[in-house]
């Protein structure tokens, strides 16, 4: 995992900053870094979507395939979460994202999972989630969720027609016209909001180097309505409860604000069409 060296003096400058509300780049506590997003990047994928926070780089592709609903919820699908991230710790940092974003987003408040079933007990579409680090400056969380969001509301599912043979089996026939598909709800997505205490305050969207003067961080998903749909505490110190009384406030709102720009954003490039100019490395 990317982490950086800070000398005391790098540290004290950057507190004191935290502590007056004027971050070493310019930004207040509750400030994101300038935020790029862009979708429909990865041909072979059902929806994909890259997001840029500051020098933190991430794809996200979703790809739709044909499965069998579980037993215990044959009217429902599930989402399975993959990561692409080398270098020292890459694994840890793999398993500790996947476990985090599979609690956020595989959950039916998150996402209809009953509208991607085909056939109860028999058929279903199951999302794969792939997640490509390219570069990392902080903040993995919220810019992941964030291009999760924009990689399911770019994803667009055949849609399926399904009849019967002579013998009474079913036949499954997927539609080849790319404009008779189905695309999923995402207005109930959360986003996720990471704060880090730093010195006797908290700051939103932290860089490496504020991570390194950090003694704790909370992960907090937050819907567009602003309910706080899991929260996590990561990091070797310790959080009093007023500290996580006052970091759960900001997650919700600043979580709450984020939503709708966002899916103005996504909406505006959707209506672009073709006529959209791709400026990222694979456009």
């Known amino acids: ?12 400058y950057i507190l004191h900053g935290v502590r007056d509300d004027l971050r070493v780049d310019g930004r207040g506590c509750e400030d994101y870094r300038h935020m790029e997003i862009e979708t429909d990047m990865v041909s072979n994928t059902d929806g994909s979507a890259k997001v840029t926070l500051g020098h933190t780089d991430v794809l996200v592709g979703v790809k739709a395939e044909m499965g069998k609903p579980r037993p215990m919820v044959p009217d429902e699908v599930h989402c399975c979460f993959a990561w692409k991230f080398e270098g020292r710790g890459g694994d840890e940092l793999g398993m500790e994202l996947s476990n985090t974003l599979y609690k ?9 999972l009953k509208s991607l079933c085909i056939s109860p007990g ?10 490509l680090l390219l570069q ?24 399926v027609h399904i009849s019967e043979d002579e013998e009474g089996g079913k036949e499954i026939e997927l539609s080849d016209d790319p404009y008779d598909c189905m695309r999923l709800n995402v207005e109930n997505v959360p986003c996720i909001v990471t704060l880090c205490k730093v010195g006797h305050r908290h700051v939103v969207d932290a860089t490496l180097q504020e991570k390194a003067c950090s003694v704790a961080s909370l992960i907090i998903s937050v819907t567009h309505k602003g309910t706080v749909t899991c929260v996590r505490k990561v990091g070797g110190g310790s959080l009093d409860p007023e500290s996580i009384f006052e970091m759960t406030e900001t997650g919700k709102r600043v979580g709450k604000a984020l939503h709708a720009p966002l899916m103005a954003l996504l909406q505006e490039e959707e209506s672009l069409g073709k006529k959209r100019q791709k400026v990222g490395f694979l456009g």
């Open 122 to 131: 028999e058929h279903c579409w199951v999302l794969y989630v792939d997640v």
């Open 1 to 12: 995992m990317a982490t950086v060296q800070v000398s005391e003096a790098e540290k004290v």
């Open 104 to 112: 956020v987003f595989n959950n039916r408040y998150s996402v209809d």
């Open 136 to 159: 990392c400056d902080g903040n993995l969380f919220d810019a992941i969720s964030v291009a999760i969001k924009a990689a399911l509301f770019n994803t667009k599912i055949p849609k």
